[in-house]
């Protein structure tokens, strides 16, 4: 459960997600956008998803897309308090958003612009139909659940 939780303790994870997916960019010869993590979204959501299970706060993948109009799948994390259900963006920077980690109410201006499609499972399977190749969680799921351990296990550092 995340009533617990506060925003500032949530964001440092995101930065730490964000540094640690930076890192797996650059040894994998950049298969996203290095400068705003374009095409790392499934990647980040995937970690955002599994360091959260890991510290017991209540998560779900999304698949959907940003934007008034589809323009292109995006992947991120719903976190869930109560009934209530937050976005949580690491690869924000992609559509120009700052900070670095977007964690924001859906009811507020920037969580308007997110649009889901898919949650959970669901969305994890259709992630795993599509042919993302180098984008795909899928991919890299040894390293990233490395990752998340990792995370998780310095998380209140």
């Given at each position: 459960r995340r009533g617990d939780v506060d925003r500032s303790y949530l964001h440092r994870i995101g930065l730490r997600i964000?540094?640690?997916?930076?890192?797996?960019?650059?040894?994998?010869?950049?298969?996203?956008?290095?400068?705003?993590?374009?095409?790392?979204?499934?990647v980040g959501a995937w970690v955002s998803c599994r360091v959260f299970d890991l510290l017991s706060i209540e998560n779900t993948f999304?698949?959907?897309?940003?934007?008034?109009e589809y323009d292109g799948d995006h992947?991120?994390?719903?976190?869930?308090?109560?009934?209530?259900?937050?976005?949580?963006?690491?690869?924000?920077?992609?559509?120009?958003?700052?900070?670095?980690?977007?964690?924001?109410p859906y009811h507020?201006?920037?969580?308007?612009?997110?649009?889901?499609?898919?949650?959970?499972?669901?969305?994890?399977?259709?992630?795993?139909?599509?042919?993302?190749q180098e984008q795909s969680p899928m991919r890299y799921q040894k390293q990233l659940e490395?990752?998340?351990q990792r995370i998780a296990e310095n998380a209140h550092r």
């Open positions: 964000r540094r640690e997916i930076v890192a797996l960019n650059q040894s994998c010869k950049k298969p996203f956008a290095a400068e705003h993590l374009g095409g790392g979204c499934a999304v698949l959907g897309f940003f934007g008034q992947c991120w994390t719903d976190v869930i308090e109560d009934s209530d259900c937050e976005v949580f963006d690491v690869t924000a920077t992609q559509f120009g958003i700052r900070p670095q980690v977007s964690h924001t507020s201006p920037l969580g308007k612009r997110y649009c889901g499609l898919l949650r959970g499972e669901q969305a994890m399977r259709e992630v795993a139909k599509k042919s993302w490395t990752i998340a």
